[in-house]
């Protein structure tokens, strides 16, 4: 791997993967609508929103290949839109350049399903959001099978991390207990939940990059620890920081009434599929092909716990 990369988005997935880039001593632009204000040092910055189509060509130009970690908020109509076109951009900005393309993509777009979630699975309409990933997916599958771009999509589950508070073994779960308050969870704690680890999601992503031609033009999910509960690994969370697991949750029925009030309980309610059942990510492929060694819970959990303790309590 050589030359110029380009990650479009620094949220978590995106500044871990810069971190390692960095670290090897990479070329790495950061684009994305406002300069981080804290930028990594021998990181550079381009503007540019993933929306128009001549700003993203603009951004990747020069490079050699891109990461594309952007998000967008979490709300059903804007997905359907934003979602499709973002991903047309990158493909044509990939296709006019000849830059490769790595999308840290999610799972959504296999829908409600009860066996673990295997690549080869079709894609679903279900929903608002799990529809607009699909439709997102179809753009680039088709580019890749058309030998107009190369892309390769990395899926990881839920995540979590050292100081990643949007999620749920974030700030409302480990975060809290940080805090001294209780956790909160959504639906049941106890059913089995993969989690990908940050920092496993970035070796996943730099290891594409430094992948041949062959592994483009296809989906890849991210390996992950030994499936627990949550409940399971909020108590590990506890027990690194030293505090009793208090635990509340809002049951899946409550969901509906809780999201009259809630515009972020209402996005979910299509989303439940992912946690009122048992949720398990098949890596195999990766796996046999590149690693299969991701980070135990119990190394993971203790350092995400131990980043959200007051910086008081830290020294």
Request: aromatic content about 10%; proline content about 8%.
């Amino acid at each position: 791997m050589s030359g110029k990369i380009t990650i479009f988005g620094l949220g978590p997935c995106g500044r871990a993967t810069l971190t390692r880039l960095l670290a090897q001593g990479r070329e790495v632009m950061v684009a994305q609508r406002r300069a981080p204000p804290d930028l990594p040092k021998g990181a550079h910055f381009s503007p540019c929103d993933a929306l128009d189509r001549e700003n993203v060509l603009k951004a990747t130009r020069g490079s050699e290949q891109i990461v594309v970690a952007i998000g967008f908020p979490y709300e059903g109509k804007v997905w359907r839109e934003a979602w499709p076109k973002a991903i047309g951009n990158f493909v044509a900005a990939c296709e006019a350049t000849g830059a490769r393309m790595v999308f840290i993509d999610n799972l959504y777009m296999y829908g409600p399903q009860t066996s673990p979630l295997i690549e080869t699975m079709p894609l679903t309409s279900y929903g608002a959001k799990p529809a607009a990933r699909s439709a997102a997916t179809r753009i680039w599958m088709e580019a890749a099978a058309t030998g107009r771009a190369r892309v390769a999509a990395l899926r990881p589950p839920d995540f979590y991390g050292p100081n990643v508070g949007l999620t749920f073994l974030g700030d409302t779960t480990i975060g809290a207990m940080a805090k001294g308050k209780s956790a909160f969870f959504i639906g049941s704690p106890d059913i089995p939940h993969d989690y990908a680890y940050v920092p496993d999601i970035a070796r996943a992503a730099t290891t594409l990059l430094e992948a041949p031609d062959s592994a483009f033009g296809q989906s890849w999910h991210v390996p992950c620890a030994p499936t627990r509960s949550t409940r399971e690994i909020l108590k590990m969370a506890a027990d690194a920081l030293g505090v009793r697991l208090r635990l509340n949750t809002l049951p899946e029925g409550l969901l509906g009434a809780a999201g009259l009030f809630s515009p972020f309980l209402r996005e979910l309610k299509e989303m439940r599929f992912t946690w009122n059942r048992p949720y398990r990510v098949d890596a195999t492929k990766f796996g046999k092909t590149f690693w299969s060694d991701a980070t135990p819970f119990e190394t993971g959990v203790r350092e995400t716990a131990l980043s959200f303790r007051p910086a008081a309590a830290r020294s």
